[in-house]
């Protein structure tokens, strides 16, 4: 790294906190977060018709060769990548109204408690709020969190982590919603903040 380098990344990181502190007000509101979380979960709604084709497509095609081609799109994964991005949301709302006034103090300074900061740990995230999960949630939760650190967004892993295979024999929309009510009753979070 040369000296401009980590001049450069000493500027960005400053920049940030600088940022963080001028909208701290916005981010100790768990409403904030919640209110992202709903515009995340409304852009997937308009991907759902789109996954469920997809996957019914592919279902008549096993019984007739001759059946409608699936669309070109397979849209699961960004549908997966906007879930995990609207649970992340809902979580970090729920942990912005745990934090203690030590870790208000420092978001109004510009930094982000631990809570808040990662790379997207989808399961991680859900398992803070201390929300009872199933296997099968879990597993949900696991293929939504590879969805956000590749899958939704290349078309092949760009990091030398191992990423297996996961199995994926339907549309996952209407587990996802189901998650989705437990984790909002879980949080307290309502599905629209209109007044």
């Known amino acids: 790294m040369t000296d401009a380098d980590s001049n450069s990344d000493r500027e960005c990181r400053a920049e940030l906190q600088q940022r963080i502190a001028r909208y701290s007000h916005v981010l100790i509101k768990k409403e904030a977060w919640f209110q992202k979380a709903n515009e995340l979960v409304e852009a997937m709604s308009l991907l759902e018709p789109g996954v469920e084709k997809y996957w019914q497509c592919l279902r008549e095609q096993l019984d007739d060769p001759n059946a409608e081609a699936e669309p070109e799109y397979d849209l699961a994964n960004v549908h997966m990548l906007l879930a995990g991005f ?52 879990k597993y949900l939760l696991k293929r939504i969190g590879e969805a956000v650190l590749w899958r939704g967004r290349y078309p092949v892993a760009t990091r030398h982590e191992k990423h297996g295979p996961f199995a994926q024999i339907g549309s996952d929309v209407r587990h996802i919603k189901n998650f989705f009510g437990r984790l909002r009753r879980h949080v307290g979070a309502k599905g629209s903040y209109r007044e």
């Open 86 to 137: 609207a649970i992340e949301n809902l979580c970090k709302g729920h942990l912005v109204d745990q934090l203690g006034p030590d870790e208000w103090e420092s978001v109004k300074a510009g930094v982000l408690p631990e809570s808040l900061k990662g790379n997207h740990g989808i399961l991680k995230f859900v398992e803070q709020t201390g929300m009872e999960l199933s296997d099968v949630e």
